[in-house]
């Protein structure tokens, strides 16, 4: 799979939507009903399979122990649980890594945005950059300054 371009916001939105139909509902469905088409909702729902949120079965996305862990509890723990599946994600892993092994703890963008060409096939690498930088700025794992253009690691609260 190609890495979701979906925020993780969207994604827990897409969370809270399914829990109010039930914690089950057609992706078909969903989309028609915020008169949305079915591939403007995918990569919200990309994003929840790929962090274990959802599963998704014969077009139905169902929600698993895990979302309802987030969606039933405090902020605190809510960050924990993004913090954990986001750290998760092989790609980020692999960044963290880098930025672990590199001087300082940082990395250019320009590197970064070469190190995620060399692992997501596009030609619009920079979206995935800060969608990448979303999902683990929401994790507290890694950071971007815009001002030294550097992604760094955040430190542990």
């Known amino acids: 799979m190609i890495f979701p371009k979906a925020t993780i916001s969207e994604i827990i939105g897409l969370l809270e939507v399914v829990n109010d139909s039930g914690g089950i509902e057609d992706a078909a469905r969903l989309a ?7 591939d403007e909702i995918l990569p919200s729902i990309d994003g929840a399979e790929l962090l274990g949120f959802v599963k998704v079965t014969d077009g139905n ?4 122990a895990d979302a309802q862990k987030l969606l039933d509890t405090g902020i605190r723990e809510r960050k924990k649980i993004i913090r954990d599946k986001v750290g998760g994600v092989e790609i980020i892993k692999e ?3 880098k930025l672990i092994e590199s001087s ?5 963008k320009e ?11 596009t030609t619009d ?6 969608i990448i930088i979303n999902w683990t700025r929401h994790a507290g794992l890694i950071g971007y300054n815009s ?4 992604i760094c690691l955040m430190s542990r609260e």
């Open 32 to 38: 028609a009903d915020f008169d949305l088409e079915l």
């Open 61 to 64: 996305i169902e929600l698993t």
């Open 95 to 97: 960044l963290k890594n």
């Open 104 to 108: 300082g703890h940082k990395m250019k």
């Open 111 to 121: 590197d970064t945005l070469k190190y995620l060409q060399n692992r997501i096939a």
């Open 125 to 130: 690498i920079e979206s995935y950059f800060r």
């Open 147 to 150: 001002d030294s253009e550097e």
